[in-house]
């Protein structure tokens, strides 16, 4: 009986570990049925773009009072899982800060800690008041309603009731030193906890141990669940951030991808030996589709930045169409994308692996046309992203596949492109009078 | 301002066996729009006092595809830019320059992968060059002390990251650079982009080079400093809707830099 708690310990964590990576393999899937390949070039640039922008936030500092604060949930959330591994290998083996022999260095760990920890508290706090009393704007948008809200601010509740059991294990454990229990290795130092150890007074040992045993059960089990809880929620970027700067876009940001099979097709149309009624062979594949109507249509980069974006709508608040009162929404082109994914990945799931055709699509049910016509394609929501998200790349496609595969531009936009094929400029002017300029006084 | 202009095309130089120092690509505002024309103009009485050989490629050049590409029409977009490379690299052509941020953003960027490769510079960093060069001198008596604002074009600034060329010619006329509250890397854009110049904007509270205008208004300006065509076009129209057009100005770096030479 004395192993129990080892036992029940193992069984928690391999649960929420094993729970984990099967929703990690269902995200990898869900990435994988976007078209392409994973850039495979210019490592070391993504290594140092992965190094300077996810690992460095030097994209999030941009905007000063975000940008400290989240700089200091960041770290806390790092660093304090050093104790996590302690705590793990406390669980299995019954041992009680093993880490405790480390002396000057455990010392110098734990405070840092803890200060980390309510360091944390206030940050969370903060942000708390900027979403539900101060309301910034870019927070209260129409895309944020509901769920999305309610996860933001879930996420919040948990990182801080998950710092308090921290610091309250601290302070139950500090008090057991302090009374001399067996077992509570004389160890660390507790700037913050201590202050609250007075609330212990009066209480009997057994019951500061049982205060001490619940906080610490609880935290790893909230850190367990947390974990869990990333695949559900818009958190995800705490992972993904890594990968999606490292495969964020590298080219000028003003440079659009030429699409190939337009080239192919550009090209055998002006090669002079084609054969113009050449029937395509048998076994010939079914050309690809130009642009995007759905999910399966986007890059595997750009799947991979909808479960990244978390949300946090820097780029719609620099999108001038969104400034101006305009429905598009870039941080909501992003969610329509995920959201689409995760309903095409939940498909998979029921139907053992195939997708059944649901009727449904990204364009048209979860992204209008008159969104993607707002964009004046500025990249101010490039530039805002503080992990390369590119949302404008998937507008783009998205029109590509409203002009080239269902004629469905604007009427305006059609004699603009009408113009261009016919007289080479934009406006109903003769080629011929292009150099008139020079002639005219 | 009424004596011609003489503007050599890359034919003409080409029958004389001639190869001229750099392309001037024109494109499709500075060829048809009146505005945009006299951009152009005050661009080439620059070339001419600095002495450098260039030509155009006249009634040879098209439109780049910039506009067709961001809307969609990645067929259209190759297609101009397939034959305007033809044309090009018939003519041996190795560098570039023009005034439209959007064909240099193309040109520069999305060409080569077609075939098309070239030294593109936008005409803000050839001014800059030029005076590196000592090959034109400014003397910013018509502007000096005046209040100036530059407007960064989206496919100049952020898409390509030249922020300081215009600005630097800016100071050079001694003027009193006075930025907005969206500068550089945040610039806010005109609402040009992304082939909006050719089409109603959607429904909002607001059209974007309003929005932009008023930015420009809070410094106060003497001039609003453009560096691109749709920009000038989009700032103009603000000014105008604003009934600010009598006491300020929008006008193009290569028309302050004409203006402050008396060229």
């Known amino acids: ?441 | 301002m009424s004596e011609e202009l003489k503007v050599p095309t890359m034919a003409e130089l080409f029958a004389a066996g001639k190869e001229p120092e750099v392309l001037f690509w024109v494109g499709c505002s500075g060829s048809f729009d009146d505005r945009a024309k006299k951009i152009t103009k005050a661009f080439v009485k620059i070339l001419h006092k600095a002495n450098v050989s260039f030509a155009v490629l006249g009634t040879e050049e098209s439109c780049s595809g910039d506009p067709a590409k961001r809307a969609g029409n990645e067929f259209l977009f190759q297609m101009q830019a397939v034959t305007n490379i033809e044309v090009m690299n018939a003519y041996g052509i190795k560098s570039v320059v023009t005034a439209c941020p959007h064909c240099f953003n193309t040109i520069k960027n999305e060409y080569p992968e077609l075939g098309g490769n070239y030294q593109v510079m936008h005409h803000t960093q050839f001014m800059n060059k030029l005076l590196e060069e000592g090959r034109i001198t400014l003397e910013g008596g018509n502007f000096k002390g005046k209040r100036i604002t530059f407007h960064d074009p989206c496919y100049l600034g952020r898409a390509n990251n030249v922020y300081e060329a215009p600005r630097n010619l800016i100071k050079k006329l001694d003027a009193q650079l006075v930025e907005m509250k969206n500068c550089r890397k945040k610039g806010l854009c005109c609402g040009a982009g992304g082939a909006q110049m050719f089409k109603e904007p959607e429904k909002g509270d607001k059209d974007v080079n309003i929005e932009r205008t008023e930015q420009a208004l809070q410094t106060q300006p003497d001039i609003i400093a453009a560096a691109c065509p749709f920009c000038n076009t989009m700032m103009t129209d603000g000014v105008k809707n604003k009934e600010k057009e009598d006491s300020l100005k929008v006008m193009d770096i290569a028309e302050l830099i004409a203006n402050a030479g008396d060229l």
């Open chain 1, 1 to 441: 009986m004395q192993y129990l708690p080892n036992v029940v310990f193992l069984v928690i964590l391999i649960t929420g570990i094993g729970y984990f990576a099967r929703n990690v393999k269902k995200l990898v899937r869900n990435i994988k049925l976007g078209r392409g390949e994973m850039p495979s070039d210019n490592k070391s640039r993504r290594f140092k773009n992965m190094a300077r922008i996810a690992l460095g936030q030097t994209k999030m500092v941009v905007r000063p009072i975000a940008g400290f604060l989240h700089v200091i949930v960041y770290l806390g959330f790092i660093i304090i899982n050093i104790e996590v591994l302690e705590i793990i290998i406390d669980g299995i083996f019954g041992t009680h800060r093993v880490f405790a022999p480390l002396g000057k260095i455990y010392n110098i760990l734990i405070a840092s800690f803890e200060v980390l920890a309510l360091l944390v508290i206030l940050a969370v706090v903060i942000f708390w008041l900027r979403r539900n009393i101060i309301r910034i704007k870019r927070f209260i948008k129409p895309e944020m309603k509901g769920w999305p809200k309610k996860d933001a601010d879930l996420i919040l509740y948990i990182e801080l009731v998950l710092m308090v059991l921290f610091l309250t294990m601290n302070a139950a454990d500090y008090q057991l030193q302090l009374l001399d229990t067996p077992h509570y290795t004389k160890a660390g130092l507790f700037p913050v906890s201590q202050f609250i150890t007075s609330v212990f007074e009066g209480m009997s040992v057994n019951g500061i141990i049982l205060v001490e045993r619940i906080a610490w059960w609880m935290h790893i089990v909230g850190i367990l669940a947390f974990l869990n809880y990333l695949y559900y929620s818009k958190h995800l970027h705490i992972l993904l951030a890594f990968p999606n700067t490292y495969y964020g876009k590298l080219n000028k940001p003003g440079q659009f991808t030429n699409l190939e099979a337009v080239t192919r097709e550009v090209k055998l149309m002006m090669d002079p030996n084609a054969d113009p009624f050449a029937a395509p062979a048998e076994d010939a594949p079914p050309p690809d589709k130009f642009g995007s109507s759905d999910v399966m249509d986007l890059s595997k980069v750009q799947l991979l930045n909808a479960y990244t974006c978390t949300e946090c709508g820097r780029c719609t608040s620099e999108c001038p169409a969104n400034l101006t009162g305009k429905k598009l929404s870039p941080r909501k082109i992003m969610m329509d994308t995920r959201d689409r994914l995760e309903e095409v990945g939940n498909n998979l799931n029921a139907n053992k692996g195939e997708f059944i055709d649901d009727g449904r699509q990204l364009l048209g049910d979860f992204i209008s046309p008159e969104e993607l016509w707002a964009c004046t394609s500025c990249n101010a929501c490039v530039e805002a992203c503080p992990v390369s998200i590119d949302p404008l790349s998937i507008i783009i496609n998205m029109r590509q596949y409203l002009v080239m595969e269902q004629s469905a531009a604007p009427s305006e936009l059609n004699v603009m492109m009408g113009n261009i094929e016919n007289n080479g400029a934009p406006w109903p002017f003769n080629q011929m009078d292009r150099l008139n300029w020079a002639d005219e006084s």
